[in-house]
């Protein structure tokens, strides 16, 4: 099978600077992730070929579209890059068909029309061809631009802010929609977002830009569970986050039961059948934690740990704890004070309580799951 891993090195002192690499496989999604003006609309760009860089090396699979060193800057339209910004940009005076079909020139004339028909139904969108982007919701105009972009059979799709001109119940169908499409285009896919939600729901990797640089980088499993990633904390709040399979739904008592490596959880019930996989989010703050375990309390998980690390924030009085739950990282967010009640240490045992209304569930099995058009 071809190598098609998505290679990037970036270097610039301005106007936005930059100083990253990384790396994104066949399949898997990067989220790019940090405050404005950190850098994650120009690393979208620079791939694309839409800004130019003093320093840089950008390879997709075993070619080359950026080598600085060698003078080699592929144009836009010689890189296989399908790109979705927040605003469509799609042609207000092509129906939809058209529009999809304007990323069809590298295509004999006579597959075109079918082949945009086939995209169409990709993104649920069969039916809709002969109507223009003003006739059209937010929800379907992106996903116009979606297939316009998949319309390139691109070997990288970058996507940047693409929910955000969507209201939140549209934004989740389209999530649904995006990790379904991925599972089935094996390609690079790169995601900006300034909400948190967007990678919980889709990075399988994590890029934590500040000021230009990678204040952390690696699996979201591994990022999420750092205690010491303070763009995180400062912006969105620390929470694990990790993947769960649903064993058990028990509507008397409305619970839903989640087996991971680390235990069992409960949380509200949801409409997922058993046997579906999700991604689970434990914000640090509703983490609590007990040297024994509790009687005669209303929450239902309670988790044996050990404590893997302790990280003092320099500019607070909260500390983040961070547990081991059977190979699975947890992080709770704690006082100072408590720390030296509980006389926190490296290594020593002790429990984490969770309040299953505190618990996110994110569904990710659409073999289970369907999508539901937006």
Known sequence: MPDRTLRVALRQAGPVPLDVAFRCGSGDVLGIFGPSGSGKTTILRCIAGLHTIGDGLIQAGSE???DTSQRLALPTHRRRVGFVVQEYALFPHLNVLGNVMAALGHRPRAERRGRAHRFLEMVHLTGLGLRYPAALSGGERQRVALARALAREPDVLLLDEPFAA???SVRRRLQDQIDELRRTL???LLLVTHDFDDVVRLATHLLVLEQGRAAALGSLEEVTSRPDVDV????VGLGSSFEADITRVDPHRGLTELAFSGGTLF???RSLAPGARVRVRIPARDVVLALEQPRGVSLHNVLEAAVAAIHVHPDSDHVTVQLDLGGVLLL???TRDAVT???LAVGMRLYALVKSVSIEVRGSDHARVP???A
């Open 232 to 235: 995180l904390r400062e912006v």
């Open 186 to 188: 094996d390609i690079p």
């Open 64 to 66: 080359t579209w950026l």
């Open 371 to 373: 999508a539901v058009s």
């Open 267 to 269: 949380v509200a019930a």
């Open 166 to 168: 969507v209201d939140r």
């Open 332 to 334: 709770a967010e704690v």
């Open 341 to 343: 009640r509980l006389a």
